[in-house]
């Protein structure tokens, strides 16, 4: 177990620049979950995969959001047109699929800055 | 809609001394709840989880949690905190509801340890 591995650790960009970031998973999970975590707060809830497909996405995902997960294995998270207030932490989780209670398991984050 | 508090932002004890940290909850029905610890520039790590039976549950690293429906509150406990215990502490309730894995996060409790 390697746990959720993200990459980058840290971007800095322009805004109006796109960015992409990575999120492998644990490898026998196949239940992903992207969160957006701000300074001072908790992390929110921004969407969800199972497999390959996606099951859920939350409000806070505008248009220029786009998350994929194409062989059910790694996910992507795109922002296209970057704005100052999309500067968070991006934080992927992964699950087992087939019990309600299986946990969340959080990778470090990737941390972006929009200048 | 489920929403979880966390009453105190930041709380500061010395080493050795006994810890609670305090998380009440908003739930329609039997919620599966959750304490996460993350240390700075790092990603959430799961201390303990509740979904049903004994309602007080141990946890990693010597934490605790009591789990009390009267009062709707999950609060955390340690008998006696050690340095490595500085970090910021998450309380999360969920799922929202059958197929729905979104968990609920408070803002936070940061635990600041005096030598």
């Known amino acids: 177990d390697t746990g959720v591995s993200q990459d980058p650790r840290h971007k800095i960009t322009k805004r109006g620049q796109n960015v992409t970031f990575r999120c492998d998973p644990i490898?026998?999970?196949?239940?992903l979950y992207w969160y957006r975590q701000t300074l001072g707060q908790g992390p929110e809830f921004l969407t969800y995969?199972?497999?390959?497909?996606?099951?859920?996405k939350s409000r806070l995902l505008s248009d220029r959001f786009s998350a994929e997960r194409p062989k059910g294995s790694f996910s992507t998270l795109e922002i296209q047109r970057t704005e100052q207030g999309d500067s968070a932490m991006y934080l992927c989780?992964?699950?087992?699929?087939?019990?309600?209670?299986?946990?969340?398991?959080f990778g470090n984050g990737t941390r972006l800055t929009v200048t | 809609a489920q929403s979880v508090t966390q009453p105190d932002i930041h709380i500061t004890v010395s080493e050795g001394a006994s810890l609670e940290l305090r998380c009440n909850y908003s739930?329609?029905?039997?919620?599966?709840l959750f304490w996460y610890v993350q240390s700075p520039g790092q990603g959430l790590q799961l201390l303990l989880k509740?979904?049903?039976?004994?309602?007080l549950v141990q946890g990693i690293k010597g934490f605790e949690a009591e789990f009390k429906r009267s009062q709707s509150s999950f609060n955390l406990r340690k008998p006696s905190v050690h340095w490595s215990d500085a970090a910021e502490y998450f309380c999360?309730?969920?799922?929202?509801?059958?197929?729905?894995?979104?968990?609920?996060f408070g803002k936070g409790t940061k635990l600041s340890v005096i030598p």
């Open positions: 999360a309730v969920g799922p929202l509801g059958a197929g729905s894995y979104q968990l609920t």
């Open positions: 739930y329609g029905a039997t919620p599966y």
């Open positions: 995969f199972q497999n390959e497909a996606q099951l859920e």
């Open positions: 989780a992964s699950s087992v699929q087939g019990a309600d209670n299986s946990p969340l398991h």
């Open positions: 490898s026998e999970h196949n239940r």
């Open positions: 509740y979904f049903s039976g004994d309602t």
